[in-house]
């Protein structure tokens, strides 16, 4: 079982890095999104990928723009998945949009099309059976700046097929990632699981007003010997992926803090065209950020 033909659903911060690195790696590529304004925004994210790849991965310019020429976008689901081995859902961490998403994708999608979700929090069993496949569904996840930070947790539910599970570890690796099988489900899975509450600790002792943003991530960074402290981090993750997440906390828990950070991130942040790197400022300016500046662990 291997996979050709992939089709990305969803193409914000993340779902663009998977689209153009799989493309990347020699896969026919579709992405989706749900209208033209969308698909404009993600060949601006994609095209903005080719220089990272050649700096960082010493890449040629031809070798780029063959991996760009290997993607293709689609605002219509039906025709973007016409033809897919596998689905890789890369859409907001919203419960009710996933599911709506997921019953409409296996109503189109060919019979053989394999479902992963690249969701960070929440779990395959949630949507297994809106898929209604729940033996071809189960968790991607992949790290922020992929073509770098190459990790693939894939992670089974129990309806899911083994051999489905094996195939996806194995594209995994063929796309250049190193796969990290799970096989149990656990919310956050490994990275998550260890950096969410790493980052809601920092953004508590924001909305607190303990100590500034920038006196956070410097302790960390001076502390640890880290290279980025959380809001750098936060700013990478995206400040709109960031407010989903504690707001269906919020909702779930009733916690108070939750709802404190949430509203935090909205009027601060995200009402002020404040959505991190992608939009070139966030708890920090970009390209330029105080934090890679030489004198911020000094002073």
Known sequence: MSYQKIMVAGSGVLG????????????????????DEALERAKDR??????????DLGTT??????AYGRISFFNDLSKAVADADLVIEAIPEIVQVKLDFYKE????????????TNSSTLLPSQFADATGRPEKFLALHFANTIWKNNTAEVMKHPSTDPKVFDAVIAFARAIGMVPLPLYKEQPGYILNSLLVPFLD??????????ADAETIDKTWMIATGAPQGPFAILDVVGIRTAYNITLAKAKATGNQ???????????DYL???KLGIESGQGFYSYPNPSFMKPDFLKS
């Open 16 to 35: 663009s890095q998977i689209a153009y690195q799989t493309a990347f790696k020699g896969f026919s590529v579709t992405v989706y999104d749900i209208n």
């Open 46 to 55: 994609i095209t903005k990928l080719k220089p990272l790849y050649q700096a």
């Open 61 to 66: 310019e031809e070798e780029v723009n063959e």
């Open 105 to 116: 994708l296996g109503n189109v999608a060919p019979d053989k099309t394999v479902f992963a």
């Open 201 to 210: 600790a920092a953004q508590m002792l924001l909305v607190n007003e303990i």
């Open 257 to 267: 803090v939750y709802e404190k950070v949430a509203e935090m991130l909205k009027t």
């Open 271 to 273: 009402d002020k065209g």
